[in-house]
């Protein structure tokens, strides 16, 4: 059997490609959610966190069940094949994954609520530090001298702003405390996602109907409850403008859990952590610049922390891979070597 190097090469160039063209999606749907969503919650009074995450929920999942129907008719000729099965709503594994990542895109309306974009960065930038935590309790991994420095500075980065963000730009002490529930909540639903994909061999786009399905059914009793949705179609403001970013942030929302759950699968949740870090950096300077905001020296020397803490945090776990990969090379080829001797 001979090994065509231009095959592999070819291949390596279309993953390289899809996986940018994946990060490059994300960053520029999620940027574009983000900023969807802060005019939404500005422009409510009252909390109705739930009663978005709902809505985006129920169109992402009959955006995915008219695909999936078109699909049918035509043969799989237009758009990608989906199914949902009764067992998918009532399976553990797809239950667990839905709720994080219904709780992460919950308290990050809220979080919005009580925090300017430019200060999103720094808000989420402990996502990381969970993954991390999250990391050596559940998967019992070592954490090392270096991954630790790495951790010091994206907590230093995130002291920095928050004192800089509360002093001199009047942050509320909630904010903070709901950057940090959002940035745990995202750290677990990209690794539950990536698990629950694995352990049930489905594409990305059929966990995200599925996640997005089992959301509608966990957040309707929620909604009614609290009064969110009454209080969503009685609103005293520009009905039109309303519903027009709402659909528009629904659009954005299904894109993103796809692009997202596309992009662990490409790589790994690490990766996406990491690609969901850098993407906030360009949110923080398209948000100052837009805002015409003046920031210190101080507030933007915490953001240089984060970023550089991440960026270590990267150089450290990419050098880790190569080692362990490598490590298993050769103990393949020595197992390969001595079944050859036999």
Known sequence: MTWNKSSSYKKMDT??????????????????????????????????????????????????YLISQLS??????????????????????M????????????FNSVLLKYISISFYQIA??????????????????KVGLRVLLACVLIILGFYIGVHEEIQQYGLQVVGV???????FFSALSSTVCKKCQKENSVSSLQLTY???????????????????????????????????????????CLLVGWISTLQITLTSPLTYIISTNSKSVIQTLLAVFWNKEAKN????????????????????????????????????TNCSGIEKKR
């Not at 990542?101 to 919950?106: C, K, R, V």
């Not at 969970?130 to 991994?141: D, E, H």
């Not at 990419?318 to 990969?325: G, I, P, V």
């Open 95 to 106: 239950i667990i994954s839905s709720i994080t990542f219904i709780s992460a895109l919950t």
């Open 15 to 64: 993953c390289s490609f899809k996986i940018a063209a994946a990060i490059f999606s994300y960053w520029t749907v999620s940027t574009g959610m983000v900023f969807v969503n802060k005019q939404l919650v500005q422009l409510t009074p009252k909390d109705l966190s739930l009663f978005i995450v709902w809505f985006q929920c129920v169109f992402g999942a009959l955006c995915l």
């Open 297 to 332: 020296l101080f507030w933007w020397l915490g953001n240089v922390f984060v970023l550089s803490g991440i960026v270590l945090y990267a150089i450290f776990n990419h050098k880790e891979s190569q080692k362990s990969d490598k490590e298993r090379f050769i103990q393949k």
């Open 177 to 183: 405390f709901y950057g940090g529930v959002t940035s």
């Open 72 to 93: 049918r008719n035509w043969n799989g000729n237009i758009g990608p094949s989906l199914y949902l099965h009764k067992h998918h709503l009532i399976q553990r594994d």
């Open 124 to 141: 989420r930038s402990l996502t990381i530090i969970f993954v991390i935590v999250l990391s050596a309790i559940v998967l019992q991994q």
């Open 210 to 252: 599925i996640v997005f399905t089992i959301g509608c059914i966990i957040l309707t009793p929620l909604v009614l409850v609290t009064s969110q949705l009454e209080s969503a179609l009685y609103l005293q403001v520009d009905q039109t403008y309303f519903w027009c970013l709402l659909f528009l942030s629904g659009l954005c």
